[in-house]
Nanobody, 111 residues
Framework: VQLVESGGGLVQPGGSLRLSCAAS????????MSWYRQVSRKERELVAR????????HYADSVKGRFTISRDNVKSTVYLQMNSLKPEDTAVYYC?????WGQGTQVTVSS
């Protein structure tokens, strides 16, 4: 299993970013996928989860209405569209599947 995140960066409050997670090594189209985030040494927080067909399984209350998880089963990629970003969204964002984590991508929201 390999999960490779991309798309993080520095953005001003109110801005947007789209994270991508390219997956390989398993049958992506059969897998529920998740995005987590972690601030410093705090516990990783589940941000969003999507089922194999694209149905939404979960959004954290803190991101509802601002973040959208989606997937492309042809490209074996899961996305996290993040709008109206706030400083408190600053974290390392991780893609997750079945006990496996990507390397993470840093998102920093600051003016």
């Amino acid at each position: 299993v390999q999960l490779v995140e991309s798309g993080g960066g520095l953005v001003q409050p109110g801005g947007s970013l789209r994270l991508s997670c390219a997956a390989s090594g398993f049958t992506f189209s059969s897998a529920a996928m998740s995005w987590y985030r972690q601030v410093s040494r705090k516990e990783r927080e589940l941000v969003a989860r999507i089922d194999r067909a694209g149905g939404i399984l979960h959004y954290a209350d803190s991101v509802k209405g601002r973040f959208t998880i989606s997937r492309d089963n042809v490209k074996s990629t899961v996305y996290l569209q993040m709008n109206s970003l706030k400083p408190e969204d600053t974290a390392v964002y991780y893609c997750y599947y079945s006990g496996k984590w990507g390397q993470g991508t840093q998102v920093t929201v600051s003016s």
